[in-house]
């Protein structure tokens, strides 16, 4: 049984940085790829940043140059590392994890950021 975690979330002032975390229990090594996504109230859920399993990232404009995306493989974990926080980038963060034939998400973790 595969299991998604996120932790890390918080409520933080505008300007501060914040890390959050994603560790995969169960998939073994076969990760295609690994990504954080974001939703508000109200909206859909919007990619942020995605890793695949040769490193390649990719992130959505509106953080690029604020956020990184990065992986440990030995420990099934990422990472998403968030300078410079805005209030726009309040909102619940999601992580995906694909598999070969399946797809996995973890519960979310909260992220609120006060001006």
């Known amino acids: 049984q595969v299991q998604v975690v996120e932790s890390g979330g918080g409520l933080v002032q505008a300007g501060e940085s914040l890390r959050i975390s994603c560790e995969v229990y169960?998939?073994?090594?076969?990760?295609?790829?690994m990504g954080w996504y974001r939703q508000v109230p109200g909206k859909e859920r919007a990619m942020v940043a995605i890793i695949t399993g040769d490193g390649t990232t990719s992130y959505a404009g509106s953080v690029k140059g604020r956020f990184t995306i990065s992986r440990d493989v030995t420990k099934n974990t990422v990472y998403l590392q968030i300078n410079s926080l805005k209030p726009e980038d309040t909102a619940v963060y999601y992580c995906?994890?694909?598999?070969?034939?399946?797809?996995?998400w973890g519960q979310g973790t909260q992220v609120t950021v006060s001006s």
């Open positions: 995906n994890v694909r598999l070969p034939f399946d797809n996995y």
């Open positions: 169960g998939s073994g090594s076969d990760i295609r790829l």
